[in-house]
């Protein structure tokens, strides 16, 4: 009796103190204000009552009120006993007011008094707050909320989420509704009702799922139940081992389109002139320097930087390509094997001289804000930006490359002069034009494969080094002079190299698809696609 | 019972092992007196017939002439004989018992047929010498290759061949440094050295001024008798000297077969070769 | 007796083999014979120096027996060379004993460390000298072969060969990375210390290796000398110039090459086996695509299809490197590329070809 009078008078106390702090504010919400006198009680049944009555008080500061209690962070000052929000400093606390948010400085810790809660309220909190923010109009915190009431769903939020499923119009917080009816579903009395809610939850991939049900094989008693469930299981798992194949996929599609990238102006140049570049690897690795060098130029600007650096790295790689030739390569038409070593000795140059310019320490690339960030399919699938539009990238380069060979006059040449140079030539094709063109082409696309990698990788002296073997592999394997090959073998590739990770390590996935090629050429000399006719020999 | 049927192949390792296989293919069987069938042969590439369901016999000893415009299939023909394309369909042997199909360039050459090609192709960088001594018939094997040294009935019969193509002045000149005409004699004298029991002859004539086609002339009609001859040619003066049957190709097939006189008579052959 | 005259025509090849005799002696003798200080001496530094030398020399004349008389341009002999030095390498480990950092009498540290119980089935025997000798010769022999077969048989040739050779040294890098691997991963084997019984750090065993070095280069310069100048070396430099032409003679050229490129990766790797020692240490970079391709430009800088030119390219491109690496360590790239590049364009048959060519055109203008 005695206590209750005291605790009613220090009530009475609190709630003039309370009105006045809240004067500054907007209309006092009385029921709020009641509320927030009852937390101030010993009891915890008194401050259940409080968290309820803050909870439908519609009040704008509910849910942050009952947020910074559960966080702890709710406190009296032991003094004046104004309600503060407290954060811990070292061994103080910066408190600030919590109804008008003004800042009181630091105190000690033995000068607040902390609004305590148990377990039961901990879990009342969480409904409350989920409540209110069930209601609210951003989509975000809708969603949010949801998502934070998965762990404990009890029969009475089951029904305020299906009252909130009817009128929801977003699509997300549809979904996320859905998940949290079917976990609350699981978890009925009713065993038809548990059958019902397993039934529907057939094919869902939500990870929170998959554990729910989990948890029900091992709690359950009725056989039937166990058993539903378990089929349920399975079934969820095979979808789940679908998606993450389907995401083996796609990485290994990225990889693909990156390896198609990096190998299709060797192709180019391989089938046509029949010259292996081994600097091929240094004018990819020219064309992620000119994209790291327009950023630095640009850095306000990145995704226009990167726009830029397409036609700039094809223009400074390209270049490049036609120097070697006509410095080089062109003394050694017809001596493929001194070719190979003279562009050797090339790359070997042009890495030198790159890290003297931009010193040996890798430099990362920025990546502008339209290719980061994911394109979420579903729960457990989603694909990274960078790697769609690379892919995307790639395949566009591609598509105006064989338009360019197949419906150009200098594609029409090149191809002439790659069936019979000499033929070529009599037919009034001037065949060291074309080779310089069709070098500078193939060495442009290399800079452009450039571009593309600096979004994946550090750009580096040997960036282009961890590719060169990689797309002579790929040309050999889609066989020589033949562009749908050099897409074919590129994407088979790196798929295969992907499906082979999880299973057998990084390292060794690429030694297998190595030894695999050694043993494909072998054979099939000519590769995937050879080349048929007289001109193959 | 049945299980132990499909093991029987085990048993015999030359069959489940291709390199235990014995090297030397069977004997040359010339029992029927023929040395070369080549029946219902075929070949296409890219989808254009070079050879079309070709039917040829050759007899043990004669001297072959084939002719036929350009592109009739005559050095495709003979690429199936040797080994180098292989025929979509039909089948090749080499007198009763060898089946050239089965076979590959280095045993067909060991099997006894020698070629020399369109084109002269001789070791440009090795003499004159040591052109025919790679050609001479002997164990061709990796270790009695490293260890062999010429005999000297091997020097004596180098010597022969080497003044037999007139080229006994010279037997140390890079081979690369001959005329057209003179690697032509030595690609011929090289087919003595490996002395094959049918030489397929591709166009021997071509490009030699008439001295020198009289000299190759001579040299075939030495060999006849002692070999077998196909020769290809398309000169007919060349031919006229030097034929006994002649073969028209013609699309990949045979048009005719007979005398010269008999071929140069014959209405189909004028239409498409000599008329035209 | 045909031996003799073979040596009676390569000239340059005697002056080689009598310089290399004269090393030999000379070198050692020098060594140990005056102390330091004395104007003949010589530094262990240097005669250790010399030897890695040697064993590039003989590396060389591996590479350049495929690539000047059969036509193969091998961009993977670094493996054959690597694969040689780490037998021995595995030999050397086991004689470390119980003198690790751990002092395991069982395991070699690296395995202690990765927690390891068993040594793996593959590090037994090498505790035998002569079973390490057998298995520097045979694995390499064994990966020649293998991948020879496959190669040969499918008449897979020109850049195609060389750059699955490249692909396979490549593989094994990656391989020998690994830890599971059982090779020491990165850091590969190291701290040895001696061998059949001689400390590795005495000048007396350096002085051994040496010797040991200079005669595996001298028998192995005799022995290509012995292919090439027979009938067989003849039908190889015919395979390298017209290799369908040398089939319809009745030769399996196939054949031919996978005994050739199996008898030079035995030489490459007895090159490693000898170059371990002396360096002290071997790790997977030696299978980095990088070196295989130098060794190439040894052979191309000496001058190809002599044997003799390769030892002379060896010497000459590591003393360089040497220098270079030392002196300005930027320009060495530099330089290395630009060798590359000027070699291949003005000096297509090295220095002994310029000179022969040289040599020739005086006489005929006598
Ligand atoms: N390997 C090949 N690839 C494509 N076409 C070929 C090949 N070999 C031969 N041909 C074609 O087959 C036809 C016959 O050629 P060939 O046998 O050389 O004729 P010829 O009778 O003049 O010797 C020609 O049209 C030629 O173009
Ligand atoms: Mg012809």
């Avoid at chain 1, 060979?405 to 094709?429: H, P, W």
Wanted: hydrophobic share 50%; aromatic share 10%; glycine share 10%.
């Amino acid at each position: 009796m005695h206590s209750f009078s005291r605790d009613f008078a220090l009530a009475a106390l609190f709630w003039l103190l309370l009105m006045t702090q809240y004067c500054s504010g907007a209309e006092p919400n009385s029921q709020f204000l009641d509320g927030l006198v009852l937390l101030s009680a010993q009891s915890f049944t008194e401050k259940e009552k409080g968290i309820e009555l803050i909870g439908a008080s519609q009040d704008p500061l509910a849910a942050r009120t009952l947020q910074s209690l559960l966080d702890g962070k709710l406190f009296y000052t032991s003094k004046d006993n104004i309600l503060v929000y407290g954060e811990s400093e070292g061994a103080n606390y910066a408190i600030s007011d919590f109804l008008s948010g003004e800042s009181l400085g630091l105190v000690k810790k033995r000068n607040l008094e902390k609004i305590t809660i148990n377990n039961t309220l901990r879990s009342t909190l969480k409904t409350t707050i989920a409540l209110i923010n069930l209601q609210h109009p951003d989509d975000t915190v809708r969603l949010a909320a949801v998502n934070a009431v998965l762990s404990d769903i009890n029969p009475e939020l089951l029904e305020i989420l299906a009252g909130c499923y009817q009128t929801e119009k977003n699509e997300q917080v549809r979904d996320a509704l859905s998940v949290a009816l079917a976990i609350g579903g699981l978890r009925q009395q009713d065993t038809a009702k548990r059958l019902e809610a397993l039934q529907s939850v057939r094919g869902d991939v939500h990870p929170v799922i998959k554990n729910e049900i989990q948890a029900l094989i091992d709690r359950e008693t009725d056989a039937i139940v166990i058993k539903a469930a378990k089929s349920t299981l399975t079934a969820i798992e095979g979808k789940i081992a679908w998606f993450a194949r389907l995401e083996t996929l796609f990485f290994g599609l990225s990889l693909g389109s990156v390896l198609v990238l990096a190998a299709i102006g060797l192709a180019i140049t391989f089938g046509v002139i029949g010259v292996i570049n081994m600097a091929h690897g240094e004018l990819i690795m020219l064309g992620a320097y000119t994209t790291y060098v327009l950023q630095q130029l640009m850095p306000d600007s990145i995704g226009l930087a990167l726009a830029l650096s397409v036609p700039a790295a094809f223009g400074v790689s390209g270049l490049a390509g036609i120097l070697i030739e006509r410095s080089v390569i062109r003394f050694l038409y017809g001596r493929p094997l001194e070719t190979l070593l003279a562009t050797f000795g090339i790359s070997l140059v042009l890495q030198q001289t790159v890290r003297s310019i931009f010193s040996p320490l890798n430099r990362s690339v920025a990546t502008p804000d339209w290719m980061s960030g994911s394109i979420t399919i579903n729960p457990i699938l989603s694909l990274t930006s960078n790697r769609v539009t690379i892919f995307f990238f790639a395949m566009l380069v591609f598509g105006a490359l064989f338009l360019l060979l197949k419906k150009s006059s200098l594609g029409l040449n090149v191809r002439a002069v790659a069936q019979n140079r000499a033929m070529a030539r009599a037919m009034g094709i001037r065949a060291a034009r074309v080779d310089a063109l069709t070098f500078g082409l193939g060495s442009g696309i290399a800079g452009i494969a450039g571009v593309a990698l600096s979004q994946l990788t550090n750009v580096g002296p040997n960036l282009g080094q961890a590719y060169i073997i990689d797309s002579f592999m790929v040309v050999v394997f889609g066989g020589v002079g033949n562009l749908w090959g050099t897409l074919l073998g590129g994407l088979s590739l790196g798929v295969a190299n992907k499906f082979l990770e999880p299973w057998s390590g990084a390292v060794l996935a690429k030694i297998i698809i190595l030894v695999f090629i050694i043993l494909f050429i072998q054979k099939r000399p000519q590769g995937l696609f050879p080349q048929k006719g007289r001109a193959a020999e | 019972m049945a299980s132990l049927q499909t093991l029987h192949p085990l048993f015999n390792r030359d069959e489940v092992f291709e390199f235990l296989k014995p090297d030397i293919p069977p004997s040359l069987d010339l029992s029927r007196g023929i040395i070369l069938y080549l029946e219902d042969i075929s070949v296409s590439f890219d989808g254009f017939k070079a050879i079309n369901d070709l039917n040829l016999y050759i007899k043990d000893g004669e001297l072959r002439c084939i002719i036929g415009p350009n592109g009739a299939g005559k050095t495709t023909m003979m690429d199936i004989i040797t080994g180098k394309t292989r025929p979509d369909k039909g089948s090749a042997w080499f007198g009763q018992s060898i089946n050239l199909l089965k076979l590959d360039e280095p045993e067909i050459a060991l099997a006894g047929i020698g070629r020399k090609f369109q084109k002269p192709t001789v070791f440009e960088n090795h003499t004159v010498h040591d052109n025919l001594e790679l050609a001479l018939a002997g164990n061709k094997k990796v270790l009695p290759t490293l260890k062999a040294r010429l005999r000297s009935e091997q020097q004596d019969y180098i010597g022969e061949t080497l003044l037999l193509i007139g080229l006994g002045d010279r037997p140390y000149s890079p081979a690369g440094s001959l005329s057209h005409g003179q690697k032509q004699w030595l690609e011929i004298g090289m087919l003595l050295m490996q002395r094959p029991k049918l030489l397929l002859i591709d166009e021997p004539a071509a490009g030699m001024t008439h001295q020198e086609m009289e000299r190759t002339t001579e040299l075939l009609t030495n060999l006849a008798g002692e070999h077998s001859v196909v020769v290809v040619e398309h000169d007919m003066d060349f031919i006229r000297t030097i034929a006994r049957t002649v073969t028209v190709l013609h699309q990949g097939s045979v048009l005719a077969e007979g005398s010269m006189a008999e071929i140069q008579n014959n209405q189909k052959v004028i239409e498409v070769y000599l008329g035209g | 007796m045909s031996s003799v005259r073979l040596l009676y025509n390569d000239k340059p090849g005697m002056v080689m083999l009598v310089l290399l005799a004269a090393a030999a002696v000379l070198v050692p003798l020098c060594n140990l014979g005056f102390p330091d200080g004395h104007l003949l001496h010589i530094s262990t530094f240097t005669m250790t120096l010399v030897g890695k030398y040697l064993c590039y020399g003989l590396l060389a004349v591996s590479v350049d027996l495929v690539w000047g008389y059969l036509g193969i341009l091998s961009l993977g002999h670094g493996a054959f060379f690597a694969l040689g030095g780490y037998a021995m390498g595995m030999y050397l480990m086991r004689q470390i004993g119980d003198r690790g950092v751990y002092g395991n009498p069982l395991l070699p540290d690296f395995m202690v460390f990765l927690n390891w119980q068993d040594l793996p089935w593959f590090w037994h025997g090498f505790d035998y000298f002569f079973f390490a000798l057998l298995m520097v010769i045979l694995v390499p022999a064994a990966l020649a072969f293998a991948f020879g077969w496959f190669a040969f048989r499918s008449r897979v040739t020109g850049v195609y060969l060389s750059i699955i050779t490249q692909a396979m040294t490549y593989a094994l890098l990656l391989a020998f990375f690994r830890n599971e691997m059982g090779f020491g991963g990165n850091n590969g084997l190291t701290d040895f210390k001696d061998i059949l019984g001689f400390p590795l750090q005495s000048d007396v065993t350096k002085a051994g290796l040496f010797v040991a070095s200079a005669t595996a280069l001298a028998l192995g310069y005799l022995c290509c000398r012995f292919i090439t100048g027979s009938k067989l070396g003849r039908v190889c430099t015919a395979i390298r110039d017209q290799e369908p032409r040398v089939r319809f003679l009745g030769y399996r050229v196939e054949n031919i090459k996978l005994f050739v490129f199996t008898f030079s990766a035995v030489l490459a790797g007895i090159a490693g086996a000898l170059y371990v020692p002396q360096v002290g240490i071997i790790n997977p970079t030696e299978f980095s695509p990088l070196n295989s391709i130098e060794i190439v430009i040894w052979v191309a800088v000496g001058g190809r299809g002599t044997l003799y030119g390769a030892v002379a390219g060896a010497l000459v491109v590591n003393y360089a490197k040497s220098y270079l690496t030392a002196a300005f360590p930027d320009a060495w790239l530099f330089g290395l590329g630009a060798l590359f590049i000027l070699v291949t364009i003005f000096l297509p048959r090295g220095i002994s070809g310029g000179m022969t060519g040289l040599f020739r055109k005086r006489q005929e203008i006598n």
